[in-house]
């Protein structure tokens, strides 16, 4: 899936700055992204789902809910995100998941395609 289209890792690195530069605000750990996680990988093909299928619910056409997602690649102690960090932060549950103690490393990803901007965050303990 996340052949067909291009990651914006510019865009999500400043993400991950502006997430950081809050959580520390608040008196939290910063977070790490490694692109060779789960998290980093499954945040790419949900970005890219979402991209490719043009949606932005919590349920994708191609592989059912992020927890689905989850079990097909054996990947536990997840939480979705899908918008940037403004948008994430006035949401009060995304700022509860990205104020968060529980979690230590993240995934972002995001696609620009046909005008749209397509955001996934996955949080890992």
Known sequence: VSSRVEFDTKKANDVLTK?????KSEGLSS?????????????CIRAADMAIYDYSSSTSPMYGTLNDMCNLWKISSSHPS????????????????????????????????NGNTYIAEIYLS
């Open 31 to 43: 977070l790490s992204m490694d692109t060779s996680s789960e998290a980093y990988k499954l945040a």
């Open 19 to 23: 997430l950081n530069a809050q959580r």
């Open 82 to 113: 899908d918008e940037i960090h403004s948008r994430f932060q006035s949401n009060d549950g995304s700022r509860k998941i990205r104020m968060s103690n529980g979690y230590s490393n993240v995934g972002i990803a995001v696609i620009e395609k």
